[in-house]
């Protein structure tokens, strides 16, 4: 066996050149670095899902090497194991009669969804990611937490791997007081939301905050829309990511004490028989001449119009 490790306050990286009876090593390296980040009541999980992605590599990766990655950030872990294979791991679907094949139904399971399989930068083998939810109590539902907006930006960084670094750093000011109904402080991550609602050449660009109404950063951009132009969207699967994550710089009453400031952006289309919309109604404008925004180059010049 082979592991060398790395560990921080925040991260535990081990390098691990696999062999059947070094699964219990791992686990047990690894239970530790939970117990000690506080998370005794969800590490069982966390490691199920752990020893079974390293399983595949004892199965499937000639080599055996892989390294796996925890990273505590705020209210979520971040698990990733990366192995020097190209081959992409298949969903089975097995019948009820076999006891294999299931993994990564249990991974879905385990991880509610949140994990993903993406190339490398450097395009060589893969590289799983899983995000576990570790809040560390039970708060007043209903309205926005610290924890949804770091899930929130872990699954846009899933989509766009490269623009991960550029918004993750901003994870560690993510706050609870918004559901509490306390104060933020002038360190908490300040969030604004971008609406845009989209119609053939048309487009109604809405910005807003979000608010104690609000159950996630997506729900904020429909009562935005919704409230700006009467339109009545469709809520959209509860896991649909941003379209972009813009860093902002902050603003002049935050010279002495600089807040974080992120701008997540949605997009969507109008509801079907929603009325045509035109340039006399309300706030809509040509796509064409929107004015500059990082969220322009995601438009495309021109597109059909509704059937």
């Given at each position: 066996?082979?592991?060398?490790?790395?560990?921080?306050?925040?991260?535990?990286?081990?390098?691990?050149?696999?062999?059947?009876?070094?699964?219990?090593?791992?686990?047990?390296?690894?239970r530790s670095q939970l117990h000690g980040w506080g998370m005794a009541t969800t590490a069982d999980d966390i490691l199920t899902v752990v020893n079974e992605l390293l399983t595949n590599v004892l199965d499937h990766v000639p080599?055996?090497?892989?390294?796996?990655?925890?990273?505590?950030?705020?209210?979520?872990?971040?698990?990733?194991?990366?192995?020097?294979c190209p081959g992409m791991p298949v969903r089975q679907r097995p019948r009820a009669s076999r006891?294999?094949?299931?993994?990564?139904?249990?991974?879905?399971?385990?991880?509610?969804?949140?994990?993903?399989?993406?190339?490398?930068?450097?395009?060589?083998?893969?590289?799983?990611?899983c995000l576990f939810d570790v809040s560390p109590a039970a708060l007043p539902t209903g309205t926005v937490k610290g924890g949804d907006i770091v899930r929130e930006i872990f699954r846009y960084g899933l989509t766009h791997p490269d623009r991960l670094p550029q918004v993750v750093r901003h994870t560690r000011r993510a706050c609870d007081h918004l559901a509490t109904g306390e104060s933020c402080t002038p360190w908490c991550l300040a969030?604004?939301?971008?609406a845009v609602v989209?119609?053939?050449?048309?487009?109604?660009?809405?910005?807003?905050?979000?608010?104690?109404?609000?159950?996630?950063?997506?729900?904020?951009?429909?009562?935005?829309?919704?409230?700006?132009?009467?339109?009545?969207?469709?809520?959209?699967?509860?896991?649909?990511?941003?379209?972009?994550?813009?860093p902002r710089p902050a603003g002049a009453s935050d010279c002495t004490s600089?807040?974080?400031?992120?701008?997540f952006w949605y997009l969507f289309e109008t509801p079907p028989g929603s009325p045509k919309p035109s340039k006399s109604n309300g706030p809509w404008t040509p796509v064409t001449d929107l004015p500059p925004t990082p969220l322009q180059a995601l438009f495309p010049t021109s597109t059909p119009g509704r059937c």
């Open positions: 066996m082979t592991i060398h490790t790395h560990h921080s306050d925040r991260k535990l990286h081990m390098e691990l050149t696999l062999r059947p009876v070094d699964l219990a090593t791992v686990r047990r390296i690894t080599s055996k090497r892989c390294t796996l990655t925890l990273e505590h950030k705020a209210y979520l872990l971040h698990v990733r194991i990366r192995d020097d006891t294999t094949g299931r993994r990564l139904a249990l991974v879905d399971t385990l991880t509610h969804g949140g994990w993903k399989v993406v190339r490398p930068p450097d395009d060589v083998g893969k590289e799983i990611h969030i604004s939301i971008g989209r119609d053939g050449d048309m487009a109604c660009v809405l910005e807003g905050t979000l608010t104690q109404e609000d159950s996630s950063p997506a729900a904020a951009a429909r009562r935005i829309i919704t409230r700006g132009t009467g339109l009545r969207l469709d809520a959209g699967p509860a896991t649909a990511p941003p379209l972009l994550i813009e600089p807040r974080d400031r992120l701008h």
